[in-house]
């Protein structure tokens, strides 16, 4: 996890890393995480990337993976009504 970065807006409740942060040089983020030895980041459309840290972050990456290959491909053609 880079160590510079601006935390936008944050809960003061929440243990760990929960709300939008601005790093540098990655840009804005959305973090939900409470270890930063094992972040994950997920990708996602037209929304700032998920930081999340799973227990067992390998297992979580390939599980993930195998989900997303069998979903069908995303329909991306603007269709008219």
């Known amino acids: 996890m880079p ?5 936008r807006s944050f809960n003061a409740g929440v243990y760990g890393y ?3 942060f601005q790093l540098d040089p990655y840009g804005a983020v959305f ?3 409470t270890n930063r030895e ?13 930081i999340i840290s ?3 972050p390998r297992e979580f990456v390939e599980a993930l993976r195998e989900t997303l290959m069998k979903l069908p491909e995303p329909d ?3 269709k008219s009504f």
């Open 18 to 20: 929960h709300g939008p």
């Open 38 to 50: 094992r972040l994950v980041a997920i990708a996602r459309r037209d929304k700032p990337p998920l």
């Open 54 to 56: 799973p227990v067992r």
């Open 31 to 33: 973090f939900v995480a």
């Open 3 to 7: 160590r510079f970065g601006l935390r």
């Open 76 to 78: 991306t053609e603007l």
